[in-house]
C-alpha cells in the first residue's frame, strides 16, 4: 500500500504562478469512479462473516486487503474476532458521517480538479481511477493511496467541533492545533498530498535547514498548483490569521534566521520547531503557525521563480534546493 502519511477566506493571497494564467484542464479526461465502501462494509453479515468478507474482497480486492490488514490491523487468524468488534464499536459513527456526507459531490469535484490539473502538468503519472471513502479506526489513517485509489476516512473529517475528537482521548492523539484541520474542505488538499508523495518523497534528511525550508516551498508551491482555487488557509495549514501574521513580519522572520545562523544549521535538535508542525513556533509567539519553515520557503521560492518564469512544474520539482537558494537572492 502506498501511504500517507494526517473554509477560510483569506484575503491575502500567495503569489500563484506570477501572472501565469489557470490551464484550462476543461478537456482533460480523469475517469474517477466513486465507492462509498463504509456503507458497503458496515452492511456485511457478521454472523456469516467469512462469505460476507469473500463477497467484499470479489467487489474491492485491493482495498479490502489494505483495509482488513493495514487499517483495521487484523490477520486472516484474528479478522474473525476484530470485524465484528469494530463494527459494533463505530456504528454510531458510521450512522454519523452517512449523514453528514450523504454526498460527497462537493469534494469530489475538488478531488477530480486536482488531478486532472496533475495529469497536465505530469501526463505521464499514472493517476488513481477510484475515489474510495471508508470509515477507520479513530487512530488509523485519514488519507491513502493504494494502487489505483485515493481512500479517505470519513472518520478524520467529521468537523473540528466533533465531540470524538474534543475527548481526552482524542486530545491526545490530535491536539486542537491538529484536530481544527479535521473538516471535509480540507479533504482534496490531503488527497493531492498523497500524490505528491507518491510522485516526490521528500528525501531531505540531513541537509541544512535552508534547504529543507525550500523544500517545503516546493511542495507548497505544487498543491497551489494542481489546487488553484483552494484557500491558502487550507493548502499551508496555518489559519488565516497565522498566514496574515507571517506576511506582516516576514522581514523579522527572515532575520531571525539570518542572525542566528540557522541557515546551514542541520542538527535536527535545533530546527525541528521550525520544519514540524505544532500549536506555534515558539520564538515567534502564540500567534505564529507551526511549520513557519514552509512559509519561509516558499518565499524563497518566490523570489526565485521571478527570474524563472516559465519552468515547468516538472523542471522545478527536480530542481535543487540548493540551486533555489543559491540563486535566490531572497531578501525581504
Same mark, same amino acid.
Given at each position: ?11 491575502? !493571497? !500567495? ?11 476543461? /478537456? ?24 460476507a ?11 479490502t486487503?489494505d ?26 459513527? +458510521? ?14 469535484? /475538488?478531488?477530480?480538479?486536482g *488531478? ?23 487512530? #488509523?489513517f ?14 478524520? +473529517? ?9 475527548t ?8 486542537t ?45 505544487f498543491?497551489?498548483?494542481? *489546487? ?11 489559519? /488565516? ?12 522572520i ?7 545562523? *540557522? ?24 500567534? #505564529? ?17 521571478k ?26
Amino acid at each position: 500500500m502506498r501511504k500517507i502519511l494526517c473554509y477560510t477566506a483569506l484575503v491575502l !493571497m !500567495m503569489g500563484c504562478g506570477f501572472g501565469k494564467k489557470k490551464p484550462n484542464i476543461s /478537456a482533460v479526461d480523469v475517469p474517477l469512479t466513486t465507492i462509498r465502501y463504509e456503507q458497503l462494509f458496515f452492511s456485511i453479515d457478521t454472523l456469516r462473516l467469512d462469505a460476507a468478507l469473500q463477497k467484499l474482497s470479489t467487489k474491492e480486492p485491493f482495498f479490502t486487503q489494505d483495509f482488513l490488514y493495514n487499517i483495521l490491523a487484523t490477520t486472516p487468524e484474528t479478522a474473525a474476532k476484530e470485524v465484528p468488534l469494530f463494527i459494533n464499536a463505530y456504528k454510531t459513527l +458510521y450512522q454519523e458521517s452517512s449523514t453528514k456526507f450523504s454526498s460527497i459531490g462537493p469534494y469530489e469535484t /475538488a478531488i477530480k480538479e486536482g *488531478l486532472q490539473h496533475v495529469k497536465y502538468y505530469f501526463p505521464n503519472y499514472k493517476l488513481p481511477t477510484k475515489l474510495i471513502t471508508f470509515i477507520g479506526p479513530i487512530n #488509523s489513517f485519514g488519507n491513502i493511496i493504494t494502487i489505483d485509489a485515493l481512500a479517505i476516512g470519513l472518520q478524520m +473529517y467529521l468537523g473540528k467541533n466533533n465531540p470524538i475528537y474534543l475527548t481526552e482521548e482524542g486530545q491526545s492523539l490530535y491536539p486542537t492545533y491538529v484536530s481544527r484541520r479535521f473538516e471535509p474542505a480540507y479533504m482534496a488538499t490531503n488527497c493531492m498530498k498523497n500524490i505528491l508523495d507518491d510522485m516526490f518523497p521528500l528525501k531531505d534528511a540531513g541537509a541544512p535547514l535552508c534547504e529543507q525550508m525550500i523544500e517545503a516551498g516546493k511542495r507548497l508551491y505544487f498543491l497551489k498548483q494542481v *489546487l488553484p482555487n483552494e484557500a491558502d488557509s487550507i493548502v499551508t495549514g496555518y489559519t /488565516a490569521a497565522q498566514l496574515e501574521g507571517c506576511y506582516k513580519r516576514e522581514k523579522d522572520i527572515w532575520a531571525f534566521f539570518v542572525q542566528n545562523n *540557522l541557515l546551514y544549521e542541520k542538527d535536527p535538535s535545533l530546527i525541528s520547531d521550525y520544519m514540524h508542525d505544532g500549536p506555534n513556533t515558539a520564538v515567534f509567539g502564540d500567534a #505564529s503557525p507551526g511549520f513557519i519553515g514552509q512559509f519561509v520557503g516558499y518565499q524563497m521560492l518566490e523570489a526565485w521563480l521571478k527570474n524563472n518564469k516559465d519552468i515547468s512544474l516538472d523542471k522545478l520539482m527536480q530542481t535543487s534546493a540548493k540551486t533555489i537558494f543559491e540563486q535566490a537572492k531572497y531578501k525581504p
